[in-house]
């Protein structure tokens, strides 16, 4: 059965590998397609994917404050599509899909930078030790 002419095709994007980089404190992620990104685990931790950080809809984002020196401590798959990165502190409610992982990389000049106005505009300022 052929697809209609005008129903568009997602690309899957699949890791060919995950490698976290302790010391750094970096998620290096490369995808089939050649993408290849340093996501710092600070940035991971801010983005969660879960409801703690979301909220349950629109406009109910939870702004994190002072995650600059996190961690991941173990980075558990979900089937073949996703990873739960469990954080040293304690947060590991976040799946992160292959689609969540890349799209946090394709964006990740944008959304650091909408998060540390987010972070400016709450009057808090970043402390990496």
């Known amino acids: 059965m052929s697809k209609p002419e005008n ?14 980089h302790k010391k750094s404190r970096i998620l290096e992620i490369s995808f089939e397609d050649g ?6 685990c600070e940035y991971l931790r801010v983005h969660s994917p879960s409801a703690e950080v979301q909220g349950h809809g629109p406009g109910q984002e939870v702004l994190q404050l002072g995650k600059e020196n996190v961690n991941i401590v173990n980075i558990e798959p979900v089937g073949h599509y996703a990873v739960v990165l469990e954080f040293d502190d304690e947060h590991n409610t976040g799946i992160y899909s292959w689609e969540k992982l890349y799209e946090l990389g394709i964006n990740q ?4 930078q909408s998060y540390l ?4 505009a709450a009057g808090h300022a970043r402390k990496e030790s």
């Open 117 to 120: 106005q987010r972070l400016e």
């Open 7 to 20: 129903e568009t095709t997602v690309k899957s994007h699949k890791p060919t590998d995950i490698k976290l």
């Open 35 to 40: 993408s290849d990104f340093q996501l710092p």
């Open 109 to 112: 000049e944008k959304y650091w």
